[in-house]
C-alpha cells in the first residue's frame, strides 16, 4: 500500500490508460533514496497488470507484458548489461527486425561475435524490439536505480524512449537525486517529495508499533517525510528508546539527508550481525551480481558456509531464492560495503577474481573477474593492466565507449610504463569523447604527456580534443590544437586528415590570420591534399581554387559491403574516417564555388553513407549541408526536414557547435517563408551560443537570416544593419561575399547606394574566382541595381540568362523582382507585368511569403488587380516534415519498416504518419501516393 501518492499514481495511470489507446510515453521518476520510487514502479506492474486483464509479468505477445531491468552500481562498467537484462525475455523478437538493426542488437547483447558499428542504429534498435514485443498490444518496461545502468544501455534506452509515439509502449525510469552515474534528458519528469504529514501518521501507525510519543516525534524529525527512513530507522532503536527513555533516538552527526541516517540505520544492524555473515554480505556487495553460487564460492574463502546468509536473510537484509541473493534495498549494500575497513574490501574483490578464475569473454565473466583484479589492486601490476586493456578493447568493439574508456583509465593507473600510460589515457579520452563525456575528456587530456605518443595515437587524440573543443570551447582554440599536432606529427599518413579538420576549424573561426596558418603547412604538391588546397584556396578567393573543383557523387551509388565510401574522384580512399571527412571538405567548397547542385548530390551522398553505414557522427554535419544545398536549390521545406532531424541528432549527442549551424538554417528558413517569430528564436539562440564561443561563421549565418527577414518585409535599413554586421563576422574574403548580394540589395533600396560599394566589389571577386554561372548571375543582378540605368536591362537579361543555367528558382524570382520593379519606374508596365507575375508564382509555389507579398504590392502599382495566394495548391504543404518524409518513402515503394529504419521511427509510428497524411492529402490508399507525388513536383518545379 502506498501512502500519500495519489498525484504520483495519476500520473502513472495516465499513462497506461493511453497506452491501451495506443499512444506510447515514458516518465522519469526521481528523488532522494528511500523515498519511494521503487514503490511507485510496483504500483504502476500492479496497475499495468489489472488494466491488461492480468496478463502482468508474463503477458502473452499480444500485450500485457512488462520488461524489467535494474542498474547495478558493481556493473556500471559492463556495456549492454542493463539492456540484455530488460530484453532478454523477447530475444526471439530479434530476427523480426530489419537486418542492420537486428545484427547490431545481437552484437551489442553479445550473442555474436561481430562489432558493433554504430551505437546509433542499437537505439534504433531497441525501438524496434520494443514495438516487435508488443506486437499491436501494450508494453510495460520498468528501469530502476537508472543512475546506475550502464552507459551504454542507458544511451540505447533513452535514445528509444524519446522517440515512442505510437507503439502502446511505456519505459517509466527511476533515479535517485544526487548520484553518481549516467543523467537522462529530455524526457518529462516527476519529483518525489516527501510525505505529508497526513501520510507520515498514517504509515507510522499502520507499519510501525510501540514507539512512545517522544521517540515517534525525534523519528518525523529525522526523516523528513522519507517513507523508508520512516520505517527503518526504528529498527536501530533500542527497546529503551523505543519506550522514550533517556537518549530516545542517538543519530550520528553530520548526516543531514535522510538517505545517510537510513544508510547509518543499516550499518547499525550489519553490526551485530555474525563475522562469517558480514563477510558473505561484504562479498555480495562487492560483486552485486545476484549470483548466489559465485557469493558462496568467494565466500568459502573465509570460511563461511551458506548456513552463516541466514541471520542476513532473518533480519530481511538480503533476499534468497534458489540461484540468486538480492539486497532489500540498494542502501543496504552501500552500508555493506562502505562499513568494511580497506583490507577487507580489497580481500572480496581478490576472493572473487579467484572464483572467476579460468571465465571467458563469452558471457562478460572474464571481464567482472578484470574489474575485480583492477579492484584489488592497490599498486602497479603490468598483467592486471593488460587485463583492464582487453576488458576496454571488448566493450569498444561493442560499442561501449563509456565503459571502455573507464577501463584505459584503470589500466594507465595500472601501469607504470609512462609510454603505456600516455597511450592508455589517450584511448580512454578518445573514448570518453565517443560516448559524449566531454567533461571527462577533458580531465583525462590534461592528465596525458603527449611526447610519449606515437603520430597515428597524437592525431587521433588531437583530434577528438578538436571535437570537444568545438563543442565546450571555440574553433579558434581547435584548430590550434590541430595544427600543435601537425607540427609534432610531420608528414605522415595521418597529416591529411589533422589538417582538413583544421580548414574546417579556421572557417568556422572566420578568421583569415588561423586559416593562412593552416595553409601555410599544406604541402604544395603532395597527394592528398587535393581537397583541403583547394578549400583553403576558396576562402582566401585565390585564382587556383576551382582547380580541385569537386565532383558530383552518382546519385545511384550504393554501400553493398560497407567496405568503402560511395563517389567518385576526390572521395575513393580505402579509410572510411578519411572519405567522411573529403565527403564533407568537398561539399564546403562546392558551396563556396557556387556549384550548389553538387553540394546536394555530394550532401545526398554523405546522408546516404551514414546512414547505410551506422555512422552518426557524421549525420548531422551531412543533414547540415543538405540542408544548406537544399536552400540553396529552393527546396525549402525538405530543407525544414533535414535541418530539423540534423538538430535532433546533435542535440541527442551534444554537439552543439553544429546545433549552432543548425538553428542558423532554421533561422534563415524561417525568414523566407516570414515567420517572424521562429526566425528570432532560431537566430537568437545560435547567436548566443555563437558569441559565446566564437563561432563566427554561425553567427554571420544567423545575423543573415534577420537580415534577411527584414529585407523580405521590406525594411531596408534594417535589414542593411543586421547584413553589414552579418559581414563583419568573417575576415575570409569568400565568407564576405557570400551576403553581398543581400547587402547591396539593402543597401540600394536604403537609399545609400555607397554602402553597396564595398560589397559588390567583393561579389565580383568571388564570381571571378567561382567562374559559375549562379556567381555571375548574382554579380549580374547587383551591377543592374548600382550602375547606370541605361545598362541596367542588359545586366538583368544576363543575370535571367545565367539563372536559367543554375536551377535556383528563388534566386531567379528574386533577380524577376528586382526587374520587374525597374520596368515599372520605367513605365513599360505590360513587361513589369510579365516578369512580376513569373516572381509571384515561384515565390508563392515556395512558400516565401514576404517575397511574395513584395511582388503583389509590386504588380497592383502596375494596374493589374491580384487576389491572394495564387500558387498552385501544392498538398505537400499541407504536411509536417515528419509526415512528409515519410510520404516520400512510401511513395517510392519503401515499406514500413524500411522507413522506420531509414528515419529510426518503429513501423506503428511510420503506419500512424500515413494515416494522418492520407485524409490532408485528399487520398485514401499509398498506391496514389506516387501520382499525387508527381503532380506536386511538377507544381514545384
Known amino acids: 500500500m502506498l501512502y500519500g501518492r495519489g498525484t504520483e499514481q495519476d500520473r502513472i495511470e495516465q499513462l497506461l490508460a493511453r497506452a491501451r489507446e495506443g499512444m506510447s510515453g515514458a516518465l522519469l521518476i526521481h528523488g ?58 523477447v530475444s526471439h523478437h530479434f530476427d523480426e527486425l530489419p537486418t542492420p538493426q537486428a545484427a547490431a542488437l545481437k552484437a551489442a547483447l553479445g550473442l555474436t561475435g561481430e ?75 516527476l519529483r518525489i517529495a516527501g510525505l505529508d504529514a497526513a501520510a507520515v501518521d498514517a504509515l507510522l501507525t499502520d507499519r510501525i508499533a510501540g514507539l512512545s510519543p517522544y521517540a515517534r516525534g ?99 537484509l538480503v533476499i534468497l531464492t534458489e540461484h ?92 607504470a610504463d609512462p609510454a603505456r600510460r600516455a597511450r592508455f589515457l589517450a584511448a580512454a579520452a578518445i573514448t570518453s569523447a565517443e560516448a559524449g563525456q566531454f ?49 609534432r606529427i610531420g608528414p605522415t599518413g595521418d597529416l591529411p586528415v589533422v589538417l582538413a579538420e583544421a580548414v574546417q576549424t579556421a572557417h568556422s573561426a572566420g578568421d583569415p590570420d588561423l586559416l593562412a596558418e593552416v595553409e601555410s603547412r599544406i604541402p604544395a604538391a603532395a597527394p592528398g591534399y587535393t581537397l583541403t588546397r583547394a578549400l583553403a584556396e576558396a576562402l582566401a578567393l585565390s585564382p587556383d581554387a576551382t582547380q580541385a573543383r569537386p565532383e558530383p557523387a552518382r546519385p545511384d551509388a550504393t554501400v553493398p559491403d560497407g567496405s568503402g565510401p560511395v563517389g567518385t574522384g576526390p572521395y575513393e ?54 540542408a544548406e544545398a537544399q536552400l540553396a536549390l529552393g527546396r525549402f521545406r525538405e530543407a525544414r526536414a533535414a535541418a530539423e532531424e540534423g538538430l535532433g541528432v546533435a542535440e541527442e549527442f551534444g554537439r552543439h557547435h553544429r546545433g549552432t549551424y543548425l538553428r542558423a538554417t532554421l533561422a534563415t528558413l524561417a525568414a523566407l517563408r516570414g515567420d517572424q517569430d521562429a526566425c528570432a528564436a532560431f537566430a537568437g539562440a545560435a547567436l548566443e551560443r555563437a558569441d559565446g564561443h566564437g563561432i563566427a561563421l554561425a553567427a554571420a549565418h544567423a545575423q543573415r537570416a534577420l537580415g534577411l527577414l527584414e529585407l523580405g518585409l521590406g525594411q531596408a535599413e534594417s535589414a542593411l544593419a543586421y547584413l553589414e554586421a552579418a559581414s563583419a563576422r568573417v575576415g575570409q574574403p569568400a565568407l ?52 547606370p540605368d541605361d545598362q541596367a536591362e542588359r545586366h538583368f537579361s544576363e543575370a535571367l540568362a545565367l539563372h536559367d543555367e543554375a536551377q535556383l528558382p528563388f534566386e531567379r524570382a528574386r533577380t524577376e523582382l528586382l526587374y520587374g520593379e525597374w520596368l515599372r519606374r520605367e513605365r513599360r508596365r505590360t513587361d513589369a507585368r510579365r516578369t512580376l507575375r513569373a516572381a509571384l508564382e515561384t515565390f508563392e509555389e515556395l512558400g516565401a511569403e514576404p517575397w511574395a ?46 522507413i522506420g529504419t531509414t528515419l529510426f521511427l518503429s513501423p506503428r509510428t511510420v503506419g500512424h504518419h500515413l494515416y494522418r497524411a492520407f485524409p490532408k492529402l485528399g487520398i485514401t490508399s499509398r498506391t496514389e501516393l506516387p501520382g499525387l507525388l508527381d503532380r506536386a513536383d511538377d507544381a514545384e518545379d
Open 573 to 626: 580512399t580505402g579509410s572510411e574516417d578519411v572519405a567522411f571527412a573529403e565527403r564533407a571538405t568537398a561539399g564546403v567548397l562546392a558551396q563556396l564555388l557556387a556549384d550548389h547542385v553538387t553540394a546536394y548530390e555530394t550532401a545526398a551522398a554523405h546522408v546516404r553513407e551514414c546512414r547505410a553505414l551506422d555512422v552518426v557522427g557524421w549525420l548531422h554535419t551531412a543533414l547540415h549541408q543538405l
Open 736 to 787: 564576405a561575399a557570400w551576403a553581398a548580394p543581400d547587402l547591396v540589395e539593402a543597401a540600394v533600396r536604403a537609399g545609400q547606394p555607397d554602402r553597396a560599394a564595398e560589397p559588390l566589389a567583393r561579389l565580383a571577386d568571388w564570381a571571378a574566382v567561382a567562374r559559375h554561372p549562379t556567381a555571375t548571375a548574382l554579380l549580374r543582378r547587383c551591377q543592374a541595381l548600382t550602375g
Open 32 to 89: 532522494e533514496a528511500g523515498i519511494g520510487k521503487t514503490a511507485l514502479l510496483g504500483y504502476a506492474v500492479e496497475a499495468y497488470g489489472a488494466g491488461a486483464g492480468g496478463a502482468g509479468a508474463g503477458g502473452a505477445d499480444g500485450g500485457g507484458r512488462v520488461l524489467r531491468t535494474v542498474g547495478i552500481e558493481s556493473e556500471m562498467e559492463l556495456p549492454f548489461g542493463g539492456l540484455h537484462q530488460l530484453l532478454r525475455p
Open 324 to 415: 540468486a541473493l538480492a539486497f532489500r534495498h540498494p542502501l543496504i549494500r552501500s552500508a555493506t560495503y562502505q562499513d568494511a575497513a580497506l583490507a577487507r574490501r580489497l580481500a572480496a574483490h581478490r576472493a572473487l577474481a579467484d572464483a572467476l578464475d579460468g571465465a571467458t569473454a563469452a558471457d562478460g565473466a572474464a571481464d567482472r573477474r578484470a574489474w575485480h583484479l583492477s579492484a584489488a589492486t592497490t599498486g602497479t601490476d603490468e598483467a592486471v593492466a593488460d587485463e583492464m586493456a582487453g576488458v576496454a578493447r571488448r566493450a569498444g568493439g561493442r560499442q561501449g565507449t563509456a565503459a571502455a574508456s573507464a577501463a584505459y583509465e584503470r589500466a594507465a593507473q595500472l601501469t
Open 218 to 316: 525525534r523519528i518525523v524529525e529525522q526523516a523528513q517525510g522519507n517513507p523508508l527512513a520512516l520505517i527503518e530507522l526504528p529498527t536501530a532503536l533500542t527497546a529503551e528508546q523505543h519506550a522514550g527513555r533517556p537518549n530516545p533516538v542517538t543519530l550520528p552527526p553530520g548526516l543531514a539527508s535522510p538517505a545517510g541516517r537510513i544508510q547509518e540505520s543499516f550499518q547499525e544492524q550489519i553490526r551485530r550481525l555474525p563475522e562469517t555473515t558480514r563477510a558473505m554480505l561484504l562479498v555480495a556487495a562487492a560483486d552485486d551480481t545476484g549470483g548466489l553460487d559465485l557469493v558462496l564460492r568467494a565466500s568459502a574463502r573465509f570460511g563461511a558456509t551458506p548456513e552463516d546468509l541466514e541471520p542476513a536473510e532473518r533480519a530481511t
Open 115 to 189: 562489432p558493433v558499428r554504430d551505437r546509433f542504429t542499437v537505439g534504433a534498435a531497441v525501438l524496434a524490439a520494443l514495438t516487435a514485443a508488443a506486437g499491436g498490444g501494450t508494453m510495460l518496461c520498468v528501469v530502476d536505480d537508472a543512475q546506475w545502468l550502464d552507459q551504454a544501455s542507458l544511451d540505447a534506452l533513452t535514445f528509444a524512449a524519446r522517440r515512442l509515439h505510437t507503439e502502446g509502449v511505456v519505459i517509466l525510469f527511476a533515479v535517485r537525486d544526487g548520484a553518481q552515474g549516467g543523467r537522462i534528458t529530455g524526457l518529462p519528469t
Open 439 to 487: 567533461h571527462r575528456t577533458a580531465g583525462l587530456s590534461d592528465r596525458i604527456n603527449a611526447l610519449a605518443l606515437d603520430p597515428a595515437t597524437l592525431a587521433d587524440f588531437a583530434r577528438v580534443r578538436a571535437v570537444v573543443e568545438l563543442d565546450r570551447g571555440t574553433p579558434g582554440e581547435a584548430t590550434r590544437i590541430l595544427l600543435a599536432c601537425a607540427d
Open 853 to 898: 507579398a513584395r511582388a503583389r504590392t509590386e504588380l497592383q502599382a502596375t494596374g493589374e488587380q491580384v487576389s491572394g495566394n495564387e500558387a498552385t495548391n501544392v498538398p505537400l504543404r499541407r504536411l509536417s516534415p515528419q509526415e512528409r518524409e515519410v510520404v516520400r518513402l512510401a511513395a517510392a515503394g519503401a515499406t514500413n519498416r524500411e
